[in-house]
Nanobody, 124 residues
Framework: QVQLVESGGGLVQAGGSLRLSCAASGRTFSSYAMGWFRQAPGKEREFVAAISWSGGSVYYADSVKGRFTISRDNAKNTVYLRMNSLKPEDTAVYSC?????????????????WGQGTQVTVSS
């Protein structure tokens, strides 16, 4: 069992930055690949970024590539999402998720555990 708790969301102006954190419980954090997803009101959940168990492989949605950076610290059981050059269209609830198999990093249904999410609002 893995419990995930996100933090770091908030209100920011367009062009600003935020860093989201996702803290995981348990001693098996390094056994899970991690992903960030987001869901805006009235829209489907969408993939944002993913990182492999060791952090050696990272993947991004085209919409955030070059602006967002995913990283992890296995010693701290934490995964991060650094978001720069934020746009109003980045406004959403951001959730982290853990995936043991990492067979399809962009498919939310492949992930085993989810956090409750943190709100990110970007004003224009």
């Amino acid at each position: 069992q893995v419990q995930l708790v996100e933090s770091g969301g908030g209100l920011v102006q367009a062009g600003g930055s935020l860093r989201l954190s996702c803290a995981a419980s348990g001693r098996t954090f390094s056994s899970y690949a991690m992903g960030w997803f987001r869901q805006a009101p009235g829209k489907e959940r969408e993939f944002v970024a993913a990182i492999s168990w060791s952090g050696g492989s990272v993947y991004y949605a085209d919409s955030v590539k070059g602006r967002f950076t995913i990283s992890r610290d296995n010693a701290k059981n934490t995964v991060y999402l650094r978001m720069n050059s934020l746009k109003p269209e980045d406004t959403a609830v951001y959730s982290c998720a853990a995936d043991r198999e990492f067979s399809d990093y962009s498919d939310g249904y492949e992930y085993d555990y989810w956090g409750q999410g943190t709100q990110v609002t970007v004003s224009s």
